[in-house]
């Protein structure tokens, strides 16, 4: 037999708590999805010279990454003062709003 201790409350805090966290989550990712609909972010499949032409340029480009393999392309990424450009090789493959909760550190500075 188990015993547990304070396991009735542990047990409430997993039952009750997880789905109300993840309700939150749930809220602030379609807020930030809606948030970004209305913003005029880059296109999938525009060309680096195509995004600055429009955007102008961006404040940081950081170093490529990837390219090792066939599987893995090179990657880069631009940093815009509201977006953040993806690309793969020359074209954008993803553009999401730069939020301002800090998660959207330089990699490199990550250990």
Known sequence: MVKFT???????TLAFG???MAQAGDNLLIHR?????GMN????GMTMAQVEKRYGAPQR???PRGGDTQKHPVINRWD????????????VIHAVLNT???NNHNPASVQ
Request: glycine share 8%; net charge neutral; hydrophobic share 45%.
């Open 6 to 12: 304070g396991g009735l409350a542990m047990l409430a």
């Open 18 to 20: 997880v789905p109300m």
């Open 33 to 37: 999805v809606q948030q970004e609909q």
């Open 41 to 44: 972010l880059p296109a999938r």
């Open 61 to 63: 480009k950081l170093q």
């Open 80 to 91: 815009y003062s509201k977006f953040i450009v993806y690309f793969e090789h020359d074209h």
């Open 100 to 102: 301002p909760a800090g």
